[in-house]
T-cell receptor, first 115, second 116 residues
Framework: AQSVAQPEDQVNVAEGNPLTVKCTYSVSGNPYLFWYVQYPNRGLQFLLKYITGDNLVKGSYGFEAEFNKSQTSFHLKKPSALVSDSALYFCAVRYMNTGFQKLVFGTGTRLLVSP | AAGVIQSPRHLIKEKRETATLKCYPIPRHDTVYWYQQGPGQDPQFLISFYEKMQSDKGSIPDRFSAQQFSDYHSELNMSSLELGDSALYFC???????????????FGQGTRLTVV
């Protein structure tokens, strides 16, 4: 089955330090991979996507993600974390299913950035 | 820029009542997804529409139904509400569903449904 996995329920990092939020996927064919961020009681906001091309994708708010085909991973990274980055982060994969595209989310990782 | 609009933002219903949630996609977007997110959970896919036709179905209860109208807005109808239906319901829209479509889905702010 097509899926994404986020192995960490929570990631803690100090402000100014680099952060990584992990995501692995299981998709047959070419995956379309996305990262979304969710603040409390808000909708999901798109951060970045990988469709094809460069493995390092840059997105909003200084975030970037590295697509690694051999490891089937798409980890979210930021060189220097901010307290305001504290939120819930979801990895998602979009794939073809019976002629239509389906969007499936991981279980989410809560990022806590301490001052 | 226009975003995905959901209404109402908050809804309180009693058990066994009916609720209707509305979603207005971004202009020109032809695809709508509905998701249910319980407290502390990831969004669970319910159903999607492409060009006014159901394109995929997820874990949507039989008590729920949805449709996409000619103006591309969508409505999620929920009947015989149960306490467990209390959740945040998100609608998302995107452009195209073919293999060549690679645009991201944009989400609305959600409707918080509380069943008492």
């Amino acid at each position: 089955a097509q899926s994404v996995a986020q192995p960490e329920d929570q990631v803690n990092v100090a402000e100014g330090n680099p952060l990584t939020v992990k995501c692995t996927y299981s998709v047959s064919g070419n995956p379309y991979l996305f990262w979304y961020v969710q603040y409390p009681n808000r909708g999901l906001q798109f951060l970045l996507k990988y469709i094809t091309g460069d493995n390092l994708v840059k997105g909003s708010y200084g975030f970037e993600a590295e697509f690694n085909k051999s490891q089937t991973s798409f980890h979210l990274k930021k060189p220097s974390a901010l307290v305001s980055d504290s939120a819930l982060y979801f990895c998602a994969v979009r794939y073809m299913n019976t002629g239509f595209q389906k969007l499936v989310f991981g279980t989410g990782t809560r990022l806590l950035v301490s001052p | 820029a226009a975003g995905v609009i959901q209404s109402p933002r908050h809804l309180i219903k009693e058990k066994r009542e009916t609720a209707t949630l509305k979603c207005y996609p971004i202009p020109r977007h032809d695809t709508v997804y509905w998701y249910q997110q319980g407290p502390g959970q990831d969004p669970q896919f319910l159903i999607s529409f492409y060009e006014k036709m159901q394109s995929d179905k997820g874990s949507i209860p039989d008590r729920f139904s949805a449709q996409q109208f000619s103006d591309y807005h969508s409505e999620l109808n929920m009947s015989s509400l149960e306490l467990g239906d209390s959740a945040l319901y998100f609608c998302a829209s995107s452009l195209g569903l073919g293999e060549g479509a690679n645009t991201e889905a944009f989400f609305g702010q959600g409707t918080r449904l509380t069943v008492v």
